[in-house]
Nanobody, 115 residues
Framework: QVQLVESGGGLVQAGGSLRLSCAASGRTFSSYTMGWFRQAPGKERELVASITWGGGRTYYADSVKGRFTISRDNAKNTVYLQMNSLKPEDTSVYYC????????WGQGTQVTVSS
C-alpha cells in the first residue's frame, strides 16, 4: 500500500508561485504515471497535470498549461508541481496520486490565491 503526503501549499497573492511536493512511502511508485489533482469547494476533483514513470511525457489541463510544471524524482519517491502566475481560480486543495487506478488519497495541501 502506498501512502501519499502532500506539502508546500499556502496563501499567495495572484501572480505568485508555489512549489508542491508529494512524498510516497510504502511502495516504490517509479513505474506509475503520477498526477496532481485539485478539488475546490463544491466542485469535483480534477486532474491538472500528470507525468509518466520516466518523465518523458506530461499532460496539463488547459486551465494550467504554460503556468504549471510537473516533475518527479523516482529516487526520492517524490512528485513536484511548480505553480507560477497563480490565479484566484487556482484556489483548491491539491492532491497527488497515481492517475489510474488511484491509491488511497492523502490529506492534500491547501492552496489559496488572493486577488
Amino acid at each position: 500500500q502506498v501512502q501519499l503526503v502532500e506539502s508546500g501549499g499556502g496563501l499567495v497573492q495572484a501572480g505568485g508561485s508555489l512549489r508542491l511536493s508529494c512524498a510516497a512511502s510504502g511502495r516504490t511508485f517509479s513505474s506509475y504515471t503520477m498526477g496532481w489533482f485539485r478539488q475546490a469547494p463544491g466542485k469535483e476533483r480534477e486532474l491538472v497535470a500528470s507525468i509518466t514513470w520516466g518523465g518523458g511525457r506530461t499532460y496539463y489541463a488547459d486551465s494550467v498549461k504554460g503556468r504549471f510544471t510537473i516533475s518527479r524524482d523516482n529516487a526520492k519517491n517524490t512528485v513536484y508541481l511548480q505553480m507560477n502566475s497563480l490565479k484566484p481560480e487556482d484556489t483548491s486543495v491539491y492532491y497527488c496520486n497515481r492517475v489510474q487506478p488511484t491509491f488511497p488519497w492523502g490529506q492534500g495541501t491547501q492552496v489559496t490565491v488572493s486577488s
